[in-house]
């Protein structure tokens, strides 16, 4: 399984970002596909879940600001950030569950500063 995300970059406080995440090596339409963050000095914490049947939950700190979304043909997640807050400054990782192991891609950073 191979997960690669992309999209990081550095915005302004109050603005956009949208963070995509490509996989491989799996039934993508299948499975549950998340997004988390990790910031400096913290733990990895997860932000947001989308089910193969579209189901979605997010952490409470980006309700309403995030949206998380699949698209089954292109085997890609991703993860619409406004309203994007300089706490939302991390560095962001997709994540599945294959075969009860868990696959991380590599992280993007999103900066949010002025």
């Known amino acids: 399984v191979q997960l690669q995300a992309s999209g990081g970059g550095l915005v302004q406080p109050g603005g956009s970002l949208r963070l995509s995440c490509a996989a491989a090596?799996?039934?993508?339409?299948?499975?549950?596909m998340a997004w988390y963050r990790q910031a400096p000095g913290k733990q990895r914490e997860f932000v947001a879940a989308i089910t193969s049947g579209r189901d979605t939950n997010f952490t409470d700190s980006v309700k309403g600001r995030f949206t998380i979304s699949r698209d089954n043909v292109k085997r890609t997640v991703y993860l619409q950030m406004n309203s994007l807050e300089p706490e939302d400054t991390a560095v962001y990782y997709c994540?599945?569950?294959?075969?009860?192991?868990?696959?991380w891609g590599r992280g993007t950073q999103v900066t949010v500063s002025s």
């Open positions: 994540q599945t569950v294959y075969r009860n192991r868990n696959y």
């Open positions: 090596g799996l039934n993508f339409r299948l499975f549950t």
